[in-house]
């Protein structure tokens, strides 16, 4: 047992109202920079929708994440014979169309136009040639554009659905979205570290954040392709490549990460999992329909005597461990079952798991009569306006079995509290409900406390990195005795 | 006193360069390593330059390369008649590749806005260079034949002279060819120039990848050595980046 620690992360969907803070809050900090602007290490976008970059999830377009190869798995479109060959042009690639022209406005023109006869406009600019430009599209061009014929209906995970079912899920009646914030998931074995030909690319053995070396950095640019959530970005002005970097400065000094805290909805949870490297390689090469439940075993019990003892003898520290379990992660991904990865089948184990959007009600429609009543408050989750086969492609790798448990739970903490707070539905029914997901009125309770209630320190459970050695993460001490300030010591400029 | 200047001084001045160049840029201006890539902003049009233009090199490079270390063994490949004409044609080609693939590119440079917002100076200078370079070495391979043949018996004695600081020069002044000389100072001249511009990248190719693990986990700092070390010094501080 190879005990080591992850910070990781839980969206609650059903809590997003994509209000895009999360994003603007990421933009100020890490990208408003030259060769930057098109970057949005955390984006938000509409489900059904083709995201951002253009069907980033479409793997036969820009080949990404790792396939299963008998006992092992292999880098879809990259990797050493693939990295080497195509080094001088990686045919996969997305180039700056797939994902928009960033542009700004002519603002000065509103003050300096001459007088005349017409309301004097800012006409948008390119960042990149500074030309006037037509804007053509934007990182959340498809928000909220559920049934649109160039978004909604070109999502990749309406592949598995049939026709009929494509065609009942954008009826006007029971049309609908949610929202699916992206950040960087730390994979566990991440494909983009494995694609980069200069390992510039790499793990942060403490708390597992997956980071860039910009001093090792030779654009090589394997990992924007290898990345299948396409969260690898290349800086067409430094010629290097960027990444969320999960906030490690603010995580270091016990803050939340930017997009963490200004979370409107607070849907955002971070915590520790411990876990086991030795169980990485087999869990990435299970099967398709097992590999949910392999990753959720590499996740290890933070209670567990033994696992304390091998994580103890591993180096990590007593306070991550504590941190790990009072982890919100470990309760919602292991003890509550309620939370998946985002595409599984990439096979690289991302730390980011998501509850998956219970919203909106659901209501049948029959004769073309749209019908919000039911014999019961709500309807059982089979008739969720979003078809179980859309959500299991996005969170199970086509496992429907898997989302419809984690509606089911949802759904009885959510009947639960109903006959709580409100106490009109019947007694019997409510428990069910819970007997049906083997769930304890007390589980259900913690679940709406940590869902709805729950406080800044709840939701954010930061292992301390001993602020005092958190420098040390980054480099010796010694090295640079006498000299103030880290990180870049010469300006970041495009080489020659 | 020219040739001097082009044939033993300039060799050494531009290897010194490179070498003083290279060492120094990779250490102290490492961020500024980098093939600097634009196929983020241009990726179809590259294809057609970028693949030609590169593989015609990588193998003119290693030919010229077995020619100065093993011109015995290259002479004895030409032996043949047939096998002359085999090396000779196919070299020939891959010159004609890199050429083709460096027009493309210089076109694609020129004209595509977004290119030329990211091209600076000595992206020009690189261009023309290697424009130089490439055209001179196909007049040489088509006017002066069998190059293969003679490169061995002629240009390795001079080459090798100049690596064991003997630089003998009368046979290479003695040349009349242009392109010859020209294909030979622009060789030097791209040398000196590395540190300068973006060939840089070549020198950084990631060979190690090869044998590398796919997954790479840097520990910072080793905190399993510390509590387990039976002696009182500090932990083993693991190397970082």
């Keep these: 047992m190879d ?29 408003d920079r030259k060769g930057a602007e098109y970057m ?38 990259a990797g050493k014979f693939k990295g080497l060959k195509n080094i001088f042009h990686n045919p996969h690639m997305p180039v700056l169309d797939d994902y928009y022209e960033p542009w700004t406005y002519k603002y000065q023109d509103l003050f300096t136009a001459p007088e005349g006869d017409d309301q004097p406009t800012a006409r948008p600019v390119s960042l990149v040639t500074g030309e006037h430009m037509d804007v053509q599209s934007g990182p959340n061009w498809d928000d909220d554009m559920s049934g649109s014929i160039d978004y909604a209906r070109q999502d990749v995970n309406l592949e598995k659905l049939s026709a009929a079912e494509r065609e009942a899920m954008f009826q006007l ?14 994979c566990l074995n991440p494909a983009c570290v494995g694609s980069c030909p200069s390992g510039a690319l790499y793990k942060r053995g403490e708390d597992g954040i997956v980071l860039i070396n910009q001093e090792r950095c030779r654009a090589w640019r394997m990992c924007v392709t290898a990345c299948p959530y396409k969260k690898s970005y290349y800086n067409w002005n430094t010629g290097k490549s960027e990444k969320c970097i999960l906030c490690y400065p603010r995580l270091e000094s016990g803050q939340a990460p930017a997009c963490f805290h200004s979370c409107v909805g607070r849907i955002r949870y971070l915590g520790v999992l411990l876990y086991d490297a030795d169980k990485i390689a087999a869990a990435a090469a299970a099967p398709d329909d097992r590999l949910v439940d392999a990753q959720m075993d590499i996740y290890l019990d933070p209670f567990d005597p033994e696992v304390i003892k091998q994580a103890r003898l591993n180096g990590v520290a007593d306070s991550t461990i504590t941190a790990a379990q009072n982890s919100p992660v470990y309760k919602f991904v292991k003890v509550w079952k309620l939370a998946l990865p985002l595409h599984p089948e990439f096979r690289t184990l991302p730390n980011l798991f998501y509850v998956p959007a219970l919203l909106p009600t ?32 996005l969170f199970s790798a086509g496992d429907t079995g898997k989302v419809t448990e984690v509606m089911k739970r949802l759904m009885a903490v959510r009947l639960h509290r109903r006959g709580v707070t409100v106490g009109d539905l019947n007694a019997a029914e409510i428990s ?49 005795k006498g000299n103030t300030g880290f990180g870049f010591k010469e300006k970041p400029v495009r080489g020659l | 006193m020219t040739n001097i200047l082009l044939f033993a001084v300039l060799p050494y001045a531009a290897l010194a360069i490179f070498l003083v160049g290279s060492i120094y840029r990779y250490k102290n201006r490492g ?29 003119l490079f290693f030919g010229h390369l077995i020619a100065f270390l093993f011109p015995s063994a290259v002479l004895a490949w030409n032996g043949q008649p047939v096998r002359l004409l085999i090396l000779e044609i196919a070299a020939f080609a891959f010159g004609l590749s890199a050429l083709l693939g460096l027009v493309l590119l210089i076109l694609r440079r020129l004209t595509n806005r977004r290119v030329q917002i990211v091209t600076s100076k000595m992206d020009i200078v690189v261009y023309a260079i290697l424009l130089t370079q490439i055209v001179s070495g196909l007049l040489v391979a088509y006017h002066s034949r069998w190059g293969s043949s003679w490169f061995s018996a002629f240009l390795t004695p001079y080459l090798r002279s100049v690596f064991v600081f003997d630089p003998q020069i009368d046979a290479i002044a003695s040349v009349t060819s242009l392109s010859l000389k020209v294909h030979v100072i622009s060789a030097f001249a791209l040398i000196g120039i590395i540190p300068f511009t973006r060939f840089v990248h070549f020198l950084v190719y990631p060979v190690d990848y090869l044998w590398r693990s796919y997954q790479q986990v840097i520990w910072n700092w080793s905190r399993k050595h510390i509590r387990t070390s039976r002696s009182h010094s500090e932990g083993h501080k693991s190397k970082n980046n």
Excluded at chain 1, 15 to 29: R, V
Excluded at chain 1, 370 to 375: C, D, F, L, V
Aim: proline share 4%.
């Design chain 1, 3 to 31: 005990v080591r620690s992850q910070v990781s992360m839980v969206f609650h969907l059903d809590k997003c109202i994509g209000c895009h803070t999360c994003s603007i809050a990421c933009k100020n900090i890490w990208t």
């Design chain 1, 40 to 77: 949005w290490w955390n984006n938000v976008e509409t489900k059904p929708g083709t995201g951002y970059p253009t069907k980033w999830e479409n793997q036969d377009i820009y080949k990404g994440g790792w396939e299963k190869n008998g006992d092992t798995v292999s880098l879809k479109g």
């Design chain 1, 173 to 186: 009646e029971r049309m609908t979205l949610h929202y699916l914030p992206r950040i960087c998931n730390h």
């Design chain 1, 362 to 393: 659901m209501a049948t429609v029959s004769d073309g009569v749209y019908n919000s009543t039911s014999k019961s408050l709500w309807n059982g989750v089979e008739s969720n306006r979003l078809p179980m086969k859309y959500l299991a492609s």
């Design chain 1, 432 to 480: 069910q409900a819970l007997k049906e997901v083997q769930m304890e009125p007390d589980t259900a309770d913690a679940i709406f406390r940590l869902t709805a209630l729950a406080t800044f320190d709840e939701r954010f459970v930061i292992p301390p990195a001993h602020r005092e050695e958190s420098i040390e993460m980054l480099e010796n001490t010694g090295d640079v």
């Design chain 2, 31 to 59: 961020f500024s390593v980098s093939s600097i890539s634009s196929q983020f902003l241009e990726g179809k049009k590259l294809f057609w330059g970028s693949q030609p233009f590169h593989w015609g090199l990588f193998i």
